[in-house]
């Protein structure tokens, strides 16, 4: 079955970074687009970024851009976050998601804690 884990988070410093990982498996991996989603405590869950099925394209939300960098391995099933010069706003829990057929998945995700 279709499954997301994300890994990679943790308790950071503000300015420092982490990259986060979504390992992908059940199903043909490069045939989907991925995004990256966060949800901050009493917050609704926001888009963080979106990359295309080959990478080609990516789009972030005004909040993380020129911060994050999402990227992809196809051959290893693979999306990564890249986050840079982190910020305490920037603390929450952090998932993967996927739509295939219709359906979205999601991963368990991961907590980054920004805080000094």
Do not use: H
Request: charged letters at 20%; hydrophobic letters at 30%; proline letters at 3%.
């Amino acid at each position: 079955q279709v499954q997301l884990v994300e890994s990679g988070g943790g308790l950071v410093q503000p300015g420092g970074s982490l990259r986060l990982s979504c390992a992908a498996s059940g199903f043909i991996f490069s045939m989907y687009d991925v995004n990256w989603y966060r949800q901050a405590p009493g917050k609704e869950r926001e888009l963080v970024a979106f990359i295309t099925s080959a990478g080609r394209n990516t789009n972030y939300a005004d909040s993380v851009k020129g911060r994050f960098t999402i990227s992809r391995d196809n051959a290893r099933n693979t999306v990564y976050l890249q986050m840079n010069s982190l910020k305490p706003e920037d603390t929450a829990v952090y998932y993967c998601k996927i739509r295939r057929r219709g359906n979205d998945y999601w991963g368990q995700g991961t907590q980054v804690t920004v805080s000094s």
